[in-house]
């Protein structure tokens, strides 16, 4: 997802339909999507429920996911503030390439979707709300959550993430 799709985030786009949880991108409120194809689902990948993403999301006391996010307006919105503060985590701790940026993690998810085997091109737009070629494909034609699900789910960059977890309650001062 965009940074600004995941920013702009409320407690109603987060959904289940038959056992899968997923995000409801559209342009409700005083959200914003970048074109028409944007508006989607997106099923939420296995690792961010291990890792407690639904727990943090039923333990805001908001309407919004991220409420501290302000939004700014026209550009990012609700990512601006977000983007910075990765930008200088990023520059602090991960690198100092220039290139390397937040939406680089769009970038990477995109590329290793695309190369994994029997995953169509039209598969990776409609997850990631890019514009499908064609009258029938770009309007018509959608995957099945089940579909985009798996595609999802298959994308492992061999990280280990067990050390993580969302704690169960607030630590003490």
Request: hydrophobic letters at 30%; a positive charge.
């Amino acid at each position: 997802m965009r940074p600004r799709e995941v920013c702009q985030l409320y407690q109603e786009d987060i959904k289940q339909e038959a056992n899968i949880w997923y995000f409801d991108i559209n342009a409700q409120k005083d959200k914003s999507v970048k074109t028409l194809e944007s508006e989607r689902l997106v099923p939420l990948h296995p690792l961010l429920i291990e890792l407690g993403f639904l727990k943090y999301c039923k333990s805001q006391k908001h309407e919004r996911i991220f409420p501290s996010l302000i939004n700014a307006g026209e550009g990012e919105g609700y990512a601006e503030s977000c983007n910075r503060w990765v930008w200088r985590y990023n520059r602090l701790h991960i690198t100092n390439e220039k290139k390397k940026v937040p939406y680089s993690m769009r970038h990477n998810f995109s590329t290793f979707l695309t190369n994994l085997p029997n995953i169509k091109e039209s598969l990776v737009d409609e997850i990631t709300g890019h514009v499908r070629e064609g009258e029938t494909r770009g309007r018509y034609a959608q995957y099945s959550l089940q579909i985009k699900y798996d595609a999802i789910a298959s994308v492992d960059y061999g990280l280990d993430f067990s050390h993580v977890q969302y704690p169960s309650s607030p630590k003490s001062n």
